[in-house]
């Protein structure tokens, strides 16, 4: 039963008037947007303060370009309907849906309904839907909102998506939610850069740690010698040096360069969500970043993950801390008893920024918590057994490596069923990659924080199809980070074949990560039905983290006739890890 | 005979990179016979109570259209990257020359146009003059084969052929190893290799060497055959950004065999050491 308090001055009230169109959620402002001559309804505008919400079953999108200001200096953007984030859209389960989308941009543009279950040519994506929705032309979405929970969407053209058009979508269960709550909000996070991001993928082509402004330097080796000796340092560096790899490549783009933002507010301005003691709290987080993994927590309140990827769990309680994905999603239900201001405090993976905003009783924003330490990445990142999965070597620094020797890390790698593309374009395979689902992951291993792992994650509801996969595809994400080339199988998009599947089969997906960064993996149309132990209760996910050096699986059912993309998810490697699959 | 020394020297000198480089990509890299065949082998991190099914890359095996017309998504545009290596000015007797050392790109991720060039100035007149054009290939992760041609304008006119590689080898050295071949059977052989040592994310201490073979004397050019001159150079910059850098040096170099002699004969110094400051940058 959704308990929802009527006229509060925040959060969702589902049983406002709906010619309110425009909605306070926060109490501040996203990025000041003003017009850059040609679109003078929004030159005429006032700083945006709010994230609107407008709200279905009919919506009218416009896409312009615009200038924006995240940093003190303004910059052009592209954003739906003049704001960043996007409008966030709401919807009733069960509504034949209608969404109107004008592009007044001079070039091609698109939107994505990021986990929405629908038809191919309304799954928004050019040359697989569509061909895109041209300058002045006016593309019409028609769907049925099969599906309730926490969703989003952006532009599948070019970088638009890095540029701003990113938007929340938030569909009201047709019956009683399972979960009750006082307030909703969206926690949208994103990541913003003043550069072109033309220029950022030209940068990382030419010096792929260009953002990594945490690399070794002498005095970590020095550090490590006094911790541990010169022979154990020594061996400790041993396979990172003949590798030529980094246990500090994190992430691609870092806060060298981006904002990080919650809700459209940088951490300065600082989103404020308002609460009363003792009332639960909703918050549903999106990750709509182009690049960054953030890893969330509210110090000082529990919380209850209720939703994964907008379908709901099994309640998982007792949670500090979780990470998300780009593209992921994760509800969460807080109950703060004690009035004050809640630290709502996202870290960019790799620590070199945060989005922030508060829950607050009082008016008042939050203390922003320090940073984690920065995290290293281990041998077990690597795709190496480390015998015992002891998920607790973050610190790797006690662990004698000199019994590994190099010969033996090839065997590994023939264990790839499928054919793998290797040479210049692929830096490692992953030697003996391990199922982690219990792993919280790098930098979050042993933190003295109970975080959420995908083994916690059961779905709500029984299985669907409860068919045993008939075959099994197996995939393997690959790289050359310092070459930046991504690709699955070795194979870039542009040099590949699409992936077929029967309608109406059951295929298991196997994916292993033979790189060093976490990718999200995203398939469109399609439930991917992650395989965390309970087959009775397979969480439906759209995206998913392979974690470095890992493997996980998962069970797709060919519900719907098409062509659909499935990619990494982050913006800069998706254009070759990328896939066609036609479901015939 | 010279030959035989030229390429005994540079197999001795190429090789342990690339071979190095080569067998451990072996390593990481092995290809299984057996592979892109769908299997039926279990895999035994599952539970194994689930039946062996078959397993593939799933792909179709003939290509299908895209639907619709629309923008290609291009993952590997066409770059271009110029660095400055070095430009900077020496602190020596007399006359301080100013050197360069620069490369530039333009190409995609795995097949480029490389050009380099290098030389000293002094008083405003080119002293040493080089410039090379060449075809890199990637042939490894961290490898490109490089094949082209050099010109020298300065001291001597002289026109050469250019194989070489250029890439980073394992615990991080960068390497650029050259076999050059010229006129009326000369030939020459250079190895750089350098390595950055962080001292912070943005002062960067870098040991760097140079070392130069030649197959035969060269009295125009002053050069003797079999090894001819190592440079050794130690140089401290602060990148205020990631693409531009100052720094300050100091460089040790010395002629050996008949190149001494020569430079003996004309009453120069075998061995000398200078101060330098430029700066490195690259865009």
């Not at chain 1, 569909?171 to 926690?187: C, G, H, L």
């Not at chain 1, 593209?327 to 922030?356: K, L």
């Amino acid at each position: 039963m959704n308990t929802i308090t009527k006229n509060t001055p925040s959060g969702f009230n589902p049983s406002v008037n709906k010619s309110r169109r425009r909605f306070v959620q926060g109490l501040a402002s996203g990025g000041v947007l003003a017009g850059m001559g040609l679109i003078p309804n929004l030159a005429s505008t006032a700083p945006s303060v709010e994230v609107p919400i407008l709200e279905g079953p009919t919506f009218d999108l416009t896409i312009d370009e615009v200038s924006v200001n995240f940093t003190g200096r303004p910059h052009r953007a592209t954003a739906i309907n003049g704001s960043i984030p996007a409008p966030t859209l709401r919807m009733r389960e069960g509504d034949n849906i209608t969404i109107r989308v004008t592009n007044n941009m001079s070039v091609t543009s698109s939107i994505h309904w990021h986990g929405l279950i629908l038809p191919t040519n309304m799954d928004g994506v050019p040359g697989l839907s569509y061909a895109g929705i041209k300058p002045g032309e006016t593309y019409v979405y028609q769907f049925t909102a099969v599906q309730n929970g926490t969703f989003w969407y952006h532009s599948h053209s070019g970088y638009q998506e890095q540029t701003g058009m990113y938007g929340s979508i938030v569909i009201e269960s047709r019956n009683a939610e399972p979960v009750q709550f006082d307030r909703d909000y969206v926690v949208l996070l994103s990541d913003w850069t003043d550069e072109d991001p033309h220029t950022v993928y030209a940068k990382l082509k030419k010096m792929g740690d260009y953002y990594n402004r945490r690399e070794r330097t002498l005095f970590d080796f020095t550090k490590e010698v006094r911790k541990m000796g010169y022979e154990k340092a020594k061996a400790n560096r041993q396979m990172w040096n003949q590798m030529r790899m980094s246990d500090r490549d994190i992430s691609d783009v870092t806060g060298y360069t981006y904002t990080f933002l919650a809700n459209g507010q940088t951490p300065n301005q600082g989103w404020k969500g308002t609460f009363r003691p003792g009332e639960k709290i909703r918050l549903r987080f999106i990750n709509g970043s182009a690049m960054t993994f953030f890893d969330v927590r509210i110090s000082g309140l529990k919380m209850q993950v209720v939703a994964s990827d907008g379908q709901y769990i099994k309640p998982v309680h007792g949670i500090d801390e979780f990470r998300i994905g780009v593209a992921e999603t994760y509800d969460v239900i807080v109950q703060p008893q004690q009035g004050g201001a809640y630290p709502i405090f996202a870290q960019a993976i790799d620590r070199s920024g945060y989005a922030f905003g508060s829950l607050s009783s009082n008016g008042q924003k939050a203390t922003v918590p320090p940073m984690d330490p920065a995290p290293l990445l281990t041998h077990m990142d690597m795709g190496m057994n480390m015998g015992g999965m002891d998920m607790g070597s973050g610190d790797m620094a006690g662990m004698d490596h000199s019994g590994h020797n190099m010969a033996g890390m090839g065997e590994g790698g023939s264990k790839a069923r499928v054919k793998i593309k290797t040479g210049p374009n692929i830096d490692m395979l992953a030697m003996d990659p391990q199922v982690r689902l219990d792993d919280p992951g790098v930098g979050l291993r042993n933190n003295g924080r109970r975080v959420l792992t995908y083994a916690d994650i059961k779905n709500l509801y029984p299985t669907k199809d409860k068919r045993d996969p008939s075959r099994e595809i197996e995939l393997h994400l690959t790289g050359n980070m310092s070459r930046y080339m991504w690709s699955f199988n070795g194979v870039p998009y542009k040099d590949s074949r699409p992936i077929g599947l029967r309608y109406g089969e059951r295929v298991r997906f196997t994916l292993i990560n033979d790189t060093m960064m976490n990718h999200p993996i995203h398939l469109h149309g399609m439930w991917s039905e992650l395989e965390t132990g309970d087959d009775n209760y397979l969480p439906r996910k759209h995206t998913i983290i392979v974690q470095p050096g890992a493997k996980i699986s998962y069970l797709v059912t060919a519900d719907a006739k098409g062509q659909w993309a499935y990619h990494c998810h982050l913006l800069y490697h998706m254009k070759g890890m990328f896939r066609r699959v036609i479901v015939a | 005979m010279n030959k035989q020394v030229i390429a005994l020297t540079l197999s001795l000198l190429i090789s342990p990179l690339v071979v190095a480089d080569m067998d451990h990509s072996k390593h990481t890299m092995p290809m299984d016979k057996d592979m892109g065949k769908p299997s039926m082998k279990m895999d035994h991190s599952k539970m194994s109570h689930k039946p062996a099914i078959p397993v593939s890359d799933g792909s179709l095996d003939h290509d299908v259209p895209l639907p619709y017309k629309a923008d290609k998504m291009e993952d590997d545009p066409v770059l271009t990257k110029v660095m400055i290596e070095q430009l900077e000015i020496h602190d020596a007797d007399g006359d301080n020359p100013v050197t360069w050392e620069g490369e530039a790109w333009i190409g995609k991720d795995l097949n480029k146009l490389w050009l380099k060039t290098e030389g000293e100035r002094v008083n405003g007149e080119n002293e040493e003059l080089e410039l090379q054009a060449l075809y890199s290939r990637a042939i490894a992760p961290y490898w490109d084969l490089q094949v082209g041609v050099r010109k020298d304008f300065k001291p001597v006119g002289r026109e050469w052929g250019v194989l070489g590689v250029k890439g980073l080898a394992p615990y991080f050295f960068e390497a650029d190893a050259a076999l050059f071949v010229g006129d009326n059977g000369r030939t020459a052989a250079r190895v750089q290799g350098e390595y950055e040592l962080l001292l912070t994310q943005k002062t960067i201490l870098t040991p760097e060497f140079e070392v130069n073979l030649y197959g035969k004397n060269d009295p125009e050019m002053r050069i003797g055959s079999g090894l001819s001159d190592v440079t050794v150079g130690l140089r401290l910059r602060h990148e205020f950004k990631r693409e531009f850098a100052p720094y300050i040096g100091v460089e040790w170099a010395k002629k050996f065999g008949n190149t001494a002699d020569f430079t003996r004969a004309d009453g120069g110094d075998v061995s000398d050491t200078q101060l330098v400051a430029g700066i490195k940058a690259w865009f």
